[in-house]
């Protein structure tokens, strides 16, 4: 008999395309390491979970499940009107931790609504890549050979982030990407309308909630997430 407080059960999914993922044999000896499921087209990786529900208790979920030490960022304080629409983890449950995402939802005068999507991942995940559109799984591609877009604040780093192309999409123009690295991990901001991108400001804080607590209760929770 469930209760309303169980977790809803979640199907695991490959981190780089939509395909329930199978759960490989406990002995099985697998690269990459730290594998335990497989997707029929990408292979060996480790799961995907989305939010069953987005909501207060989802998160606290989330964040126990990601507790090693894998941080999980949130603009920070969030703008009045702002909402978290989504999370999700690769791994966590029953494999180090590989990638957190967070999205958050709220409207500018000029854009009007607005989604944020963060995503902080070990190379080779290929979140974030997904979330942006992109066939490849790292942002490579024009990182570091120009002067970065913007600087966001983690913790006590000043992160640049550099745009990534999305030009090779096919007509699709409605977001902005940029990416770089925190940590030894990628970050990746996806930010829909593109035209959203300039309220990225270098004082735009993001921070790390894996260790806040009671006060992420104050959050608002819900509402429709963006597509990815
Ligand atoms: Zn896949």
Do not use: K
Request: net charge negative; hydrophobic share 40%.
């Amino acid at each position: 008999m469930s209760s309303p407080s169980d977790p809803v059960p979640v199907t695991p999914e490959c981190p780089r395309c939509s395909a329930p993922v199978a759960r490989l044999a406990s002995d099985a000896v697998v690269e990459p390491r730290g594998a335990t499921h497989a997707c029929p087209e990408h292979g060996a990786t480790r799961a995907l979970r989305r939010a069953p529900e987005v909501s207060y208790d989802g998160f606290a979920r989330h964040l126990l499940a990601t507790a090693d030490a894998f941080p999980t960022l949130l603009p920070w304080p969030l703008s009045p009107g702002w909402r978290v629409t989504d999370f999700a983890s690769v791994g966590g449950a029953d494999a180090p931790t590989a990638a957190t995402l967070t999205s958050v939802a709220g409207s500018s005068q000029l854009d009007g609504p607005v989604d944020l999507t963060v995503v902080v991942e070990e190379p080779g995940t290929g979140l974030g890549a997904r979330c942006a559109g992109l066939g490849h799984t790292d942002p490579w591609r024009g990182l570091g050979a120009h002067a970065p877009l913007v600087r966001v604040r983690v913790g006590r780093s000043s992160v640049p982030l550099w745009p990534v192309s999305t030009a090779a999409l096919d007509g699709d123009l409605d977001r902005s990407v940029v990416a770089g690295e925190a940590g030894g991990r990628w970050l990746w901001l996806v930010v829909r309308p593109a035209s959203a991108i300039l309220l990225l400001r270098d004082d735009w804080i993001l921070r790390d909630v894996s260790g806040v607590g009671p006060p992420l209760v104050e959050l608002p929770f819900g509402g429709p997430g963006p597509r990815w």
